[in-house]
């Protein structure tokens, strides 16, 4: 199956600093998707992005799909931008439903 | 918009017990819902596929007779684990899809098992 490669594993980082996640995947996908899970485990969309470019507010991804990898961009980091960073891509499944493959992850943590 | 919610947040029960977990989409109909499981300091992995209507879709791996998947309205989908032991703790989280067009998985904010 696909491989989906996140990197740093781990990051800490001084409040106000900035940070660039990577997201490197082995096939080619349908589509890509940004996710923060929280300390409490909830996860949050950040960005739907399979190609190109996205911003919100502090954050923003990029996706080159041709050479299979994605970023995200956190700038002025604050301690709520603590946790954990997945992404993840949609493929078609063995029984023909798209399905998310989550990547490996990277753990963020932000010191006030 | 978009919430989906997940009952119990977190349940302990004793080794060979079943344990049952809801995952509700609040203000949408799900046509797909979906079933991870979480392992500590680990990434999340598809156990199955859930339509409304129909038959779960297993991930290879996944005993279907160990883990019951439910789907009973387009709100609602329910997780057994049947027979619980220690191995079966974990992160559950179910996330809901609205249609195929429309691909953005909502995330419930997950259920803690811990089997004694």
């Known amino acids: 199956g696909i491989q989906v490669e996140q990197s740093p594993p781990d990051l800490i980082l001084q409040e106000g600093a900035n940070s660039t996640l990577r997201c490197n995947f082995s096939?080619?996908?349908?589509?890509l998707q940004w996710f923060h899970q929280n300390p409490w485990g909830q996860l949050i969309n950040l960005f739907y992005?399979?190609?190109g470019t996205k911003q919100n507010g502090r954050l923003s991804a990029t996706t080159v799909a041709t050479e299979r990898y994605s970023l995200l961009y956190i700038s002025s980091s604050q301690t709520t931008d603590s946790g954990v960073y997945f992404c993840?891509?949609?493929?078609?499944?063995?029984?023909?439903?798209?399905?998310?493959?989550f990547g490996t992850g990277t753990r963020l943590t932000i010191i006030p | 918009g978009a919430v989906v919610s997940q009952h119990p947040s977190r349940v302990i029960c004793k080794s060979g017990t079943s344990v049952k977990i809801e995952c509700r989409s609040l203000?949408?109909?799900?046509?797909?819902m979906f079933w991870y499981r979480q392992f500590p300091k680990k990434s999340l992995m598809l156990m199955a596929t859930?339509?409304?209507?129909?038959?779960?879709?297993?991930e290879q791996g996944v005993e279907k007779d160990k883990f019951l998947i439910n789907h009973a309205s387009l709100t609602l989908s329910t997780l057994t684990v049947t027979s619980a032991h220690p191995e079966d703790s974990s992160f559950y989280i179910c996330?809901?899809?609205?249609?195929?067009?429309?691909?953005?998985?909502?995330f419930g904010p997950g259920t803690r098992l811990l089997v004694l």
């Open positions: 992005i399979p190609s």
């Open positions: 096939d080619s996908v349908n589509n």
């Open positions: 996330s809901a899809r609205i249609d195929r067009i429309q691909e953005t998985q909502y």
């Open positions: 993840a891509v949609d493929q078609i499944s063995n029984f023909g439903n798209e399905k998310l493959t």
């Open positions: 859930s339509n409304e209507g129909s038959k779960a879709t297993y």
């Open positions: 203000d949408f109909q799900a046509t797909t």
